[in-house]
């Protein structure tokens, strides 16, 4: 079991910049990935980064240049630092843990006004 505690979001303006941190406890040695989702009411969940074991990232067209997702390790955490915020960023941010089973965070509300 995985569990995962998320912080940071908040309401911005537009241009704006939000830190997310995500803490993963219980049995972090076997997560192999971890990721930031998104979901906005009546759509579908969306994966916004990512980053594997390896350091490697990747991130959706919609944040690329924009999002960056980083971790510590020491902390068994990882961030997502969101600068040049849009309003259409607004959604309910998800952070996952895949140990073969994703594990889910509570969700922290990111809110960009125009």
């Known amino acids: 079991q995985v569990q995962l505690v998320e912080s940071g979001g908040g309401l911005v303006q537009a241009g704006g910049s939000l830190r997310l941190s995500c803490a993963a406890s219980?049995?972090?040695?076997?997560?192999?990935?971890m990721a930031w989702y998104r979901q906005n009411s009546g759509k579908q969940r969306e994966l916004v980064a990512r980053?594997?074991?390896?350091?490697?990232?990747n991130y959706a067209d919609s944040v690329k240049g924009r999002f960056t997702i980083s971790r510590d390790n020491a902390k068994n955490t990882v961030y997502l630092q969101m600068n040049s915020l849009k309003p259409e960023d607004t959604a309910v941010y998800y952070c996952?843990?895949?140990?073969?089973?994703?594990?889910w965070g509570q969700g922290t509300q990111v809110t960009v006004s125009s």
């Open positions: 219980g049995s972090i040695f076997s997560i192999t990935t």
């Open positions: 996952a843990a895949l140990t073969g089973t994703t594990y």
């Open positions: 980053i594997f074991s390896g350091g490697n990232t």
